[in-house]
């Protein structure tokens, strides 16, 4: 199994720094340039489990799960379904620029939504992915910091990118010209209610 890699050209303003440098990069040693990676649903659930049962292999064990949210949502929503524990949600975003491709400055939430209990223990984080590592990295200081009863972090994602200044303890695919990874979910960003209504027409009429 792996996902499939689809090279499409894109203008340089609507990717971030990380995947510009990763271009020139490949560029300069002859290595295919690899610029979008188009992931299906089916691919994405199961990259989710393969995920799950790689921190299962591991054989470590932890107390609490919490997820960043929005692209960690879907991860840690499987993740507590398989091990049966429940799900603490912190919102974290640093894409704010160029229709969400660009880096801006990194924003944590003040609280974490959690339905019992605190964070303690073993804690697993879980986002999608590792781009500059700048997100991830910010967060694991910050709960540490905000949560002494925590005795340990671990990370999780799907995709690590070559670019990226943290290393994550566990993932699935490792992206070395770091590209721009097209997530199934994103036909829905800013398509609108109207457009929706449109599209949902358009099927039913065949």
């Not at 799960?65 to 929503?77: E, Y």
């Not at 993740?79 to 229709?99: F, G, K, Q, T, V």
């Not at 340990?152 to 943290?166: D, G, L, M, P, Q």
């Amino acid at each position: 199994y792996r996902s499939t890699w689809y090279p499409r050209d894109r203008t340089a303003s609507r990717r971030s720094y990380c995947g510009i440098r990763s271009i020139e990069a490949a560029r300069r040693s002859d290595r295919p340039v690899v610029k979008d990676l188009y992931v299906t649903w089916d691919e994405y659930h199961r990259l989710i489990e393969r995920l799950s049962l790689a921190i299962h292999e591991s054989g470590w064990q932890f107390d609490s799960l919490l997820c960043l949210a929005r692209g960690g949502l879907r991860v840690g929503d499987i993740i507590s379904r398989i091990y049966d524990m429940p799900l603490a949600i912190l919102a974290a975003s640093s894409y704010r620029e160029a229709a969400g491709r660009s880096q801006g400055e990194l924003d944590i939430g003040e609280y974490i939504t959690m339905t019992q209990g605190k964070l303690q223990g073993r804690l697993l984080l879980v986002d999608d992915l590792v781009d500059s590592g700048v997100t991830l990295g910010r967060v694991v200081e910050h709960l540490k910091e905000r949560f002494p009863a925590l005795d340990e972090v671990r990370t999780a994602v799907i995709w690590h990118k070559a670019c990226s200044t943290f290393k994550p303890d566990y993932h699935v695919e490792y992206l070395p010209t770091n590209p721009w990874i097209h997530q199934p979910f994103e036909v829905y960003d800013a398509m609108g209610p109207q457009n929706l209504a449109a599209r949902l027409r358009s099927a039913a009429s065949g």
